[in-house]
């Protein structure tokens, strides 16, 4: 029998979310997004407590989810590991030449898919804040299998 905790067994694809307070940018990860209803399309995307995306979410209200390719979990140090206060990430992967703008936002040029989001409702939920969102509109960048939880695992880039 296995000893991973329910949550655990099931494999989540892995996001980014590119944000901004109105001036700046940023860019991190998150894999507790589902979808919460089919028309209109909407999802319920959680985002850590203490962030900088928190912060830019919550003044702004709108973001770009980005569904990652498997090819990019070496993304997963610059992107959920450091802190946008802390670090540029956007400047990091322009010089990287990693960006394409799209609807306004730099987006990661190997993202499989873009969504543009737009905050409908929001709760607390314990150690992330849950964002009722509507997809405004989204695109298909490439074709490709989704960066997954059990490759981070696999690669060692997480634990759970």
Known sequence: MTRKKPWNRVDLPVYSICSSDGDHFNMHI??????SS???KNFACCIYEGTKTLD????????VLQLLADTQYR???LLGKKSGRDTDKISRMKK????????????LKDA?????????GK????DHRVFLCETVSWQNLQEGQP???DKLREKKLIRI
């Open 38 to 40: 089919m028309h209109p």
């Open 75 to 77: 993304l997963i140090d």
């Open 56 to 63: 830019n979410v919550e003044k702004n209200g709108h973001f």
């Open 30 to 35: 998150i894999t507790y997004v589902t979808a």
């Open 123 to 126: 709760m607390e939920g314990g």
């Open 96 to 107: 990287r030449g990693l960006l394409r703008d799209w609807k306004g936002f730099p987006v």
């Open 147 to 149: 960066l997954t939880l």
């Open 112 to 120: 499989l898919a873009v969504m543009e989001m737009r905050v409908i």
